[in-house]
């Protein structure tokens, strides 16, 4: 039987102003699931996000994580989610373990010095630990980013174009990472534009047209052409 | 606790703010000694009002630098998301505020009684408590507004013109406590204002403590 979602999104609508950005989408996640969303700029695959993060409120319809109304029980969400957003979240004049300490102990953590230096090692910043951010490529400022979850464990990790900025080696890393994250029991949702590799670690690819999912497919055995020509024929259509 | 650490830590490398306001107050201290010269009994009548100017001048621009470690990398939005109560952010900013504000106080004090050849020791006990009651008030509500305008592109004008009408009264306290105190005065002369800073103060923190969390999440 299979298991209830983590992630469910019912007749989602959000407007700013009289612009429409999303209505009447549908989307389900599992846990141990990896959705990616993918979209035209504007199709509104940040505003998804951020409505499963909390960051903004549903003008209509519903959107829960792990059972928890994203509108009304938005602290109970947030316990649940990692956000990894084009913004990278970290103090440029903290050190990498220094932000580590600060998200922690504000998400109510007490890691030890151990736990701290092995979620730097997950994320092969060990050798960074002690350097300021501020000295930090893009990339690298991703990967920290991530280590806060690392600490944190959330069941949910909300991606927006998570390999945007990374080297080959990092992408690498970030395929690894994520699907170890699924096999823990997570769900993954992230936006992305590209039809390449970085797919890999998707169970389903979704296509968000029109302000809803045009297309919700396994992706199987799907090969980029075929991802790239769904894509025309749903996202650009609707665009 | 954790958020006054990191503020701390965060000026103590940059040192951005506290050099800026060291040399602000500086700069302020010779406009004051150019434009009123030697006579001194000009100065005992204005000296109050000018500790407190400098005082409000170089809050205004520390006080409105609170979150501008939280612009980068959108670090707001990132406290934003840290689940837990929001109103402990708003006492470590408060509490790093203060301390950052009581330092520049003492630098400007000393800088004062140096410039215009003031003899404060006697008087220090009694200043201090008004300088501590008035600058309570002062953080409380720059703190909160600092947040409140954050995320606004013209913060650097509203910031001011929201924070100085409710400071008003707690300036008009200062002004006729401080003035009192440098004139030899008991402190049970101006127990009145006294108890105004006072209230002032558990209002104004209070009201940033219960109203951070819906400023926040705005």
């Known amino acids: ?239 | 606790m954790v958020v006054v650490w990191k503020d701390l830590l965060v000026e103590r490398r940059s040192k951005e703010t506290l050099n800026a306001l060291f040399f602000f107050g500086l700069l302020l201290l010779f406009v004051f000694q150019f434009a009123l010269g030697p006579d001194r009994e000009r100065l005992a009548g204005t000296l109050p009002g000018l500790l407190w100017l400098g005082f409000i001048l170089s809050g205004l621009l520390g006080l409105g630098r609170t979150f501008v470690a939280e612009r980068e990398n959108d670090c707001l939005e990132g406290l934003l998301l840290a689940p837990g109560d929001k109103s402990a952010i708003y006492v470590g900013k408060l509490a790093g505020n203060l301390l950052l504000m009581l330092v520049i106080e003492t630098i400007l004090l000393v800088l004062f009684s140096f410039f215009f050849n003031l003899d404060i020791a006697g008087a220090l006990p009694a200043l201090s408590i008004v300088i501590a009651l008035g600058t309570v008030a002062l953080a409380a509500v720059g703190t909160l507004f600092a947040a409140m305008t954050a995320q606004v592109r013209a913060r650097e004008l509203l910031f001011p013109v929201l924070l100085l009408p409710v400071e008003t009264p707690v300036l008009l306290a200062t002004v006729k406590a401080t003035e009192a105190v440098l004139l030899g005065e008991p402190l049970g002369s101006v127990a009145h204002w006294l108890k105004l800073l006072a209230a002032a103060d558990v209002v104004y923190v209070a009201v940033g403590v219960l109203t951070f969390d819906f400023v926040l999440e705005a």
């Open chain 1, 1 to 239: 039987m299979a298991s209830e979602p983590l992630i469910r999104v019912t007749g989602l609508r959000k407007t700013f102003g009289n612009h429409r950005v999303l209505d009447g989408l549908d989307l389900d996640v599992r846990a141990g699931e990896a959705v990616a969303v993918l979209g035209a700029n504007g199709a509104g695959k940040t505003t998804l996000l951020k409505v499963l993060a909390t960051l903004a409120r549903p003008t209509r319809g519903t959107a829960t994580v792990a059972g928890h109304d994203c509108a009304k029980d938005a602290e109970l969400v947030r316990r649940e989610i990692g956000l990894v957003a084009h913004s990278s979240h970290v103090y440029e004049d903290l050190t990498a373990a220094e932000n580590l300490t600060f998200w922690a102990t504000l998400a109510g953590l007490r890691p030890s010095a151990a736990e701290r230096a092995g979620a730097l090692a997950a994320v092969e910043l060990e050798r960074a630990a002690a350097a300021r951010v501020r000295t930090f490529s893009a990339g690298m400022k991703r990967r920290l980013s991530l280590a806060r979850f690392v600490l944190a464990r959330p069941r949910v990790l909300l991606l927006d174009e998570p390999f945007t900025g990374l080297d080959q080696g990092g992408k690498k890393w970030l395929e690894e990472h994520l699907a170890s994250f699924k096999t823990g029991g997570g769900a993954i949702v992230m936006t992305t534009h590209s039809f390449g590799r970085e797919l890999a670690v998707a169970d389903r690819i979704a296509i968000l047209a029109g302000g809803a999912i045009a297309l919700d497919t396994p992706r199987g055995a799907l090969s980029a052409d075929d991802v790239h020509r769904l894509y025309t024929l749903h996202a650009e259509d609707a665009s």
